[in-house]
């Protein structure tokens, strides 16, 4: 089990936006760009990035879903207090 997660995300208001932005990706869109064009976090500036995490450190459902994602998957969304949330793992160690 991964102590640690690498993740980027894009934060929208909406579930419907959020499944729009996922469709996106999975018909090749650039999760980075889209980042940029559509997250309502500061992170989405840097393509999404959050760096390096570990548990306890973000809201348990975000947390969850990193936490069980293989490096390189795109989930969501996931619905926390702050939004939808469209997570990518960049890492796991």
Do not use: R
Not at 4 to 19: D, F, G, N, Q, R
Not at 53 to 65: I, L, R, T
Not at 85 to 93: N, Q, S
């Amino acid at each position: 089990m991964a102590q640690k997660v690498k993740a980027s995300h894009i934060l929208v208001k909406t579930e419907k936006e959020a499944k729009e932005i996922l469709e996106k990706i999975n018909s090749g869109g650039n999760f980075e760009d889209l980042a940029k064009k559509h997250s309502t976090c500061p992170s989405g500036k840097k393509g999404g990035d959050l760096g390096w995490f570990g548990k306890g450190m973000m809201v348990k459902e975000f947390e969850d879903a990193s936490f069980k994602a293989k490096d390189g998957d795109v989930v969501g969304p996931v619905k926390t207090q702050f939004g939808y949330h469209i997570i990518k793992v960049t890492g796991t160690k």
